[in-house]
């Protein structure tokens, strides 16, 4: 039976590939952009995160069209790299405003009709580096880490209400976030990470239709890595 989708940032990277996964499988996907046009074959609404009010229509048209989102991918995220002693209170801020309090907004609209429901799934993108820890990325890994906390409580508040919050947490993969990096920089990491290469976002895809799966209908709370084995034991 399909389900009704929502993957925030879905025009592109990451999260496309997580909407191009469910539509695959035939749920009624839908996806946030901020910029630009929605990606073709897929509906898309308007939204910036960072606005509440703006959160609140995109569910409404979500909701018009496919019914309550029973399956929420809170992937929509920013970079803004620095070392702390030159990183500004607006880019820190920044940050967190749009990966974990974005989340936040997203998850709290989502719960509404998941409680009335009792069922829901809600995955959350996080990074290896979350738990890492990344220098120049202070305010990024606090906003992936916060997302953690975040998922483990909403986890034990919901779990009553079979909704089940996991995290997926990515390495390295290729999108427009990594290609930003200096090539020395990515040479750098790739030999850091056990299978010697750069994730793509299909694989992260996947572990994001594991969770919202009926096979994953126990688990909750859990953190899984995707990350060619960069971040093992956390
Ligand atoms: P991209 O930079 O390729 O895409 C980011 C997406 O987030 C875009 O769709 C962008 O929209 C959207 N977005 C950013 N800010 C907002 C906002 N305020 N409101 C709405 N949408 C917004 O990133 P990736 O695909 O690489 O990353 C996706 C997720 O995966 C992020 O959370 C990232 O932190 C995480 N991740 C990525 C890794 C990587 O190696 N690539 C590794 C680990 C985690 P727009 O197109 O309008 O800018």
């Known amino acids: 039976m399909s389900r009704s989708v929502l993957v925030t940032g879905g025009n592109r990277g990451i999260g496309l590939a997580i909407a191009r996964g ?21 509906f898309g609404v308007h939204c910036d ?27 929509a995220g920013i970079t803004k790299d620095q070392l702390l002693a030159l990183m500004n209170e607006e880019d820190f801020s920044a940050v967190l405003d749009t990966n974990l309090t974005g ?49 483990r409580s909403l986890a034990r ?17 290729e999108t427009d976030m990594t290609a930003q990096l200096p090539q020395e920089r990515q040479d750098e990491i790739k030999g850091t990470v056990p299978l010697g ?22 688990i909750t709370g859990a953190i899984i890595p995707v990350d060619g084995g960069m971040g093992m034991g956390h």
């Open 197 to 218: 290469r750069f994730g793509r976002a299909d694989e992260v895809a996947a572990a994001v239709r594991f969770l919202a799966s009926e096979e994953a209908a126990y």
């Open 22 to 42: 469910f539509a695959g499988v035939g749920d009624d996907v839908a996806v946030t952009h901020r910029s630009g046009e929605p990606p073709e074959g897929l």
């Open 157 to 173: 508040e919901l779990g009553s209400r079979n909704i089940t919050v996991n995290v997926v947490a990515p390495g390295f993969v």
């Open 49 to 75: 995160i960072t606005d509440t009010a703006q959160v609140d229509a995109a569910f409404k048209r979500v909701e018009e069209e496919h019914g309550p989102v029973e399956v929420l991918v809170a992937n």
């Open 103 to 151: 989340a936040f907004r997203v998850a709290k609209r989502a719960v509404r009709g998941m409680m009335r429901k009792r069922s829901g799934r809600i995955v959350l993108i996080s990074s290896v580096v979350g738990l890492l820890g990344s220098g120049g990325q202070a305010n990024y890994a606090a906003s992936k880490a916060g997302l953690v906390g975040f998922a």
